[in-house]
């Protein structure tokens, strides 16, 4: 089985930061691209940021400049960290990895469970 376990998010006022971290564990072989992913109330689950496993981001334009992601290989962890946190960015924020479980299977992707942040205006 493959877990992704997200940890760090929580209450935060406006202008604050909070960095939130996603550890895979299991039976993996290989991690390909790993990402943040959000959903407001109300709303779809949108893209925040992945990164390949050569360690390349990618943003969505509404957190460029705001929030940095990043990975430990050797931990199988990503994290993201958030700063100005701002009213809109309350959401569920979910882990999600892209990753080979042997070594001829074929990538398969998994989420987290998700973790909460919430920003008090």
């Known amino acids: 089985q493959v877990r992704l376990v997200e940890s760090g998010g929580g209450l935060v006022q406006a202008g604050g930061s909070l960095r939130l971290s996603c550890a895979a564990s299991?039976?993996?072989?290989?991690?390909?691209?790993m990402g943040w992913y959000r959903q407001a109330p109300g709303k779809q689950r949108e893209l925040v940021a992945t990164i390949t496993s050569g360690g390349s981001p990618n943003y969505a334009d509404s957190v460029k400049g705001q929030f940095t992601i990043s990975r430990d290989n050797a931990r199988n962890t990503v994290y993201l960290r958030m700063n100005s946190l701002k009213s809109e960015d309350t959401a569920v924020y979910y882990c999600?990895?892209?990753?080979?479980?042997?070594?001829?299977?074929?990538?398969?992707?998994?989420w987290g469970q998700g973790t909460q942040v919430t920003v008090s205006s």
């Open positions: 999600n990895a892209d990753l080979m479980r042997y070594l001829n299977s074929g990538p398969v992707n998994y």
């Open positions: 299991g039976s993996i072989f290989r991690i390909n691209a």
